[in-house]
């Protein structure tokens, strides 16, 4: 049974911006391990890394009912199947997890569903 539904969008030059701010920004948002792969990344693809694993982390804050503030970005944990796919490593819920993230021109949308297993 599907017990929430998230979604987030989010402008990927807002996120530029504030990691322009303050590079510590990528380091509140990514876990060691994301962090790695963002380290990696160069350019527009680097900022579209970051702004997706945000969209998804407030996407999955939505579908679990309680927000950031309770959940930290640093509670969830957004890494890669064999495919590529993305899949949560780290979360605070035992059911299933669906992910969907989507880039657009400036623009990334996440969408998470939390299905509790039967």
């Known amino acids: 049974m599907i017990i929430g ?3 987030d969008l989010q402008d ?3 996120v530029q911006k504030a990691y322009e701010k303050s590079s510590r920004f990528a380091a509140k948002v990514l876990t060691v391990k994301e962090l ?3 380290s ?3 350019g527009r693809r680097q900022m579209e890394y970051l702004a997706g694993r945000w969209a998804a982390k407030e996407a999955f804050s939505k579908a ?9 970005f640093l509670d969830l944990e957004i890494l ?7 899949i949560f490593t780290k979360a605070p819920f035992s059911g299933k997890i669906f992910i969907s993230i989507s ?3 400036n623009f990334v949308e996440a969408s998470v569903i939390l299905e509790e297993e039967s």
């Open 5 to 7: 539904h998230g979604i």
């Open 64 to 72: 679990y009912g309680s927000g950031i503030g309770v959940l930290r």
């Open 36 to 38: 790695e792969i963002f």
């Open 12 to 14: 990927i030059s807002a």
């Open 40 to 42: 990696q990344l160069k």
């Open 80 to 86: 890669t199947n064999e495919k590529g796919a993305p």
């Open 103 to 105: 880039h657009s021109g």
